[in-house]
């Protein structure tokens, strides 16, 4: 299983806690993750990435294993941590203003 942490406000939108677990079966990659995470919680659609193109909303960033993962291709797989479900792909919202 894969471990997502969501930001309070996707939290409250798909009625969950911080953690979501995940199944991915095939490589573990951003897509194959948020896929899942869309499938499992359909509240989240379009939430994180866009809904057609499936690139990734600009005040959204992922990170792992303390790594910024955001600009990384969709398809790359993600660290072995995060497929072994030792370390949590976290998804982030950006923080703008001044």
Known sequence: M????LPRNLQILA????VVE???????T???????????????L???RDAVSKQRRPMIRFFACEEDLSNEPL??????E?????????????IAGG
């Open 46 to 48: 379009g939430t994180v």
């Open 22 to 28: 995940v199944r991915v079966s095939g490589p573990v």
């Open 75 to 80: 398809d790359a797989p993600l660290p072995d």
């Open 15 to 18: 009625g969950v806690g911080r």
């Open 2 to 5: 894969i471990q997502v942490v």
């Open 82 to 94: 995060v497929a072994s479900g030792k370390e949590p792909l976290l998804i982030i919202g950006a």
């Open 30 to 44: 951003q897509r194959t993750v948020l896929d899942a995470l869309e499938t499992d919680h359909p509240a989240l």
